[in-house]
């Protein structure tokens, strides 16, 4: 089992580049459970609705509550974010090779959220690929017991620690 984050600079970059290493690894044989996100941007609203794609193939689950224009506080659903916690944890019990997280963020710095979800998949010996922000990069690295590693945020260098996985690279070829 590893446990790999990864951090970018600009807001939004971390989504797309998840979602692509997640197409990477299912379209190269690997099993994969777990969210990544999809932002929505809305002309009405100074920001984006969030969705998370549960993987591989769905469903789509909003975990943002549209709370206006001018609303500055914590747009989360926690509602939303316990459906797609779920979710995740039944994709990982029917078998994977790979867990992702979109981001290890304020619920799973305090316990919750898909924090139990990554506990147990690495009690399964399942790898795990998170994005984390550097707010919440103390708390994961706590929580890691000084197994996480540091891998930059592009696509090679992801796609790289997937296939130096003992577990993976048997099937991923570069």
Known sequence: MRLAYTITEGRGEL???????????MTR???VAGIVQVNSDRPDCARCDM???VLPDGPMIRISQSLGREARGCRLDADGLETSVAAAQARLDAGADLLIVNKFGKQEAAGRGFRPVIAQALASDVD??????ALNRDALLAF???LAEAVP????ALTH???ASRVLG???QS
């Open 128 to 133: 795990v690929l998170v994005g984390v922000n």
């Open 29 to 31: 044989g690997l099993r």
């Open 15 to 25: 989504d797309p580049l998840l979602y692509d290493v997640a197409q990477t690894a």
């Open 144 to 146: 890691a017991d000084g």
């Open 161 to 163: 620690w997937l296939v």
């Open 170 to 172: 048997s099937r991923i």
């Open 153 to 156: 945020a592009d696509q090679d």
């Open 51 to 53: 969705d998370v794609l």
